[in-house]
């Protein structure tokens, strides 16, 4: 299945505050962790949803591979 497009604007929109979808995006793939207890209120740590968070990752504590457990519903163009 191909999955849906979407703009940096339209991303901003899932950011917890704004609609209830909380989505980030990594490697222009966008992830719904709205189910996350990490994801709360759109907040994790010092990192907002709603953004693409592949430069902020690099000083992550964890890989990529963190990204594996969250359902794919888009990508980032």
Known sequence: ???QTYT?????LRNGQD???IWVAYKGV???????R??????HYEHWA???LTEELVDAPHTD????????VGMLV
Not at 8 to 12: E, I, S, T, V
Not at 30 to 36: A, F, H, K, L, P
Not at 38 to 43: D, E, V
């Open 65 to 72: 591979a963190v990204f594996e457990k969250f359902e794919r």
């Open 8 to 12: 940096k604007q339209q991303l901003a």
């Open 50 to 52: 709603g953004q693409d």
């Open 19 to 21: 609609k209830p979808q």
């Open 1 to 3: 299945m191909e999955l």
């Open 38 to 43: 990490l994801w709360k209120n759109g907040k």
């Open 30 to 36: 966008i992830y719904d962790v709205t189910e996350s």
